[in-house]
């Protein structure tokens, strides 16, 4: 195994696929302006299935990977998911987890759950429709609603992200956090991340912090919080009542410190960091150790030392 570490003692242990930059909800936070990738030309085509297992082959024969996480833009749409977890299996990673909307969910929570798939993190904003619709500009709530139930059932542990926006979803907070006690599954907040069209506009508008979401919660629970575990993204607190919810709060709390987390986007090419937001290919490098070593130690000096800064990236393209 090659050294990849750098002087805070992080290495890369978590890798995050993109598996596609399109997605079907056009969530505020994500889809706004043009923040879109400058430096990829628009006709370079994604890795194909055989590709992406052919470089996931590699990094894990040269990183301490433990777990695997397939995002995007919408993962869903990416055609052999069923495949490619399986795939993941036969390569030993035994930590797969998928962030999704949820939105094409439903009817494949059991086909995942078979090959494999452990863990999804489903973005719900509102359990308000109205709210949902001003968030996702999307009507189908009962859609995402439905996968929560369908993929519990199905037995993979589900957790819920909300990013709460200012006057957008605030109103949210409580009722999520209800929701997610009767399912009894754990949600996390986000504070708004500056990440494309809030890396340089109305990010102080819409952004509602760590302290902010806490006061809310307090109107209506005393909780206290749990000891932070290393690399974690989120803090977790729980309530009198016993029920736990996270914040993730890259402004506020940064956890950039121990972060141990490599993005590999659609097009073969990593970022040690969201706030970095140049591309390093590994993909044309995959038969040249030396190389892909050295483009992973590019990646890794990317990563921030302590505070989160952004990019003009949008988090559909990087894989949020
Ligand atoms: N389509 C999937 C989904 O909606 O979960 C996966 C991709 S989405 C980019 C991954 C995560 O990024 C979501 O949980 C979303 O809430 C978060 N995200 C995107 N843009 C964000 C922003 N500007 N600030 C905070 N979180 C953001």
Not at 103 to 122: P, Q, R, S, W
Not at 240 to 245: A, D, S, V
Request: hydrophobic share 40%; charged share 25%.
């Amino acid at each position: 195994m090659y050294p990849i570490e750098d002087q805070y003692g992080r290495t890369f242990k978590t890798l995050r696929i993109s598996l596609t930059n399109t997605c079907n909800l056009g969530c505020v936070y994500c889809v706004q302006g043009d923040g879109v990738r400058q430096d990829i030309p628009v006709s370079k085509a994604s890795l194909s299935l055989d590709q992406l297992i052919q470089v996931v082959a590699k990094l894990k024969a040269i990183l301490p990977l433990d777990t695997v996480r397939l995002t995007g833009g919408e993962p869903t749409l990416f055609k052999e998911l069923v495949p490619l977890i399986n795939a993941l299996s036969d390569l030993g990673i035994s930590n797969i987890k998928m962030t999704s909307n949820g939105y094409l969910l439903a009817d494949m929570a059991t086909k995942l759950a078979a090959a494999g798939l452990k863990e999804v993190n489903i973005s719900l904003d509102a359990v308000d429709a109205d709210v949902f619709y001003k968030v996702s500009r999307r009507r189908d709530l009962h859609r995402v609603l439905n996968a929560i139930e369908r993929c519990i059932h199905a037995g993979i542990k589900v957790k819920l992200n909300a990013v709460i926006m200012r006057g957008m979803n605030d109103s949210q907070i409580l009722p999520l956090l209800y929701y997610a006690a009767e399912q009894n599954i754990t949600v996390r907040f986000l504070e708004l991340m500056k990440m494309g069209y809030y890396f340089s506009n109305e990010f102080e508008r819409y952004f509602y912090s760590e302290a902010d979401i806490l006061n809310t919660i307090a109107t209506e629970f005393t909780y206290k919080r749990e000891l932070r575990i290393e690399g974690a993204t989120a803090n977790y607190w729980e309530t009198e009542e016993g029920i736990r919810f996270g914040i993730i709060a890259n402004e506020s709390s940064p956890f950039c410190g121990d972060c141990n987390r490599l993005r590999l986007d659609s097009y073969g090419n990593i970022f040690g960091c969201l706030s970095e937001n140049s591309a390093v290919s590994v993909f044309d490098v995959l038969d040249d150790e030396d190389k892909l070593v050295e483009r992973l130690r590019m990646a890794l000096s990317h990563k921030q030392s302590v505070q989160f800064k952004g990019s003009a990236l949008q988090m559909m393209a990087i894989g949020g």
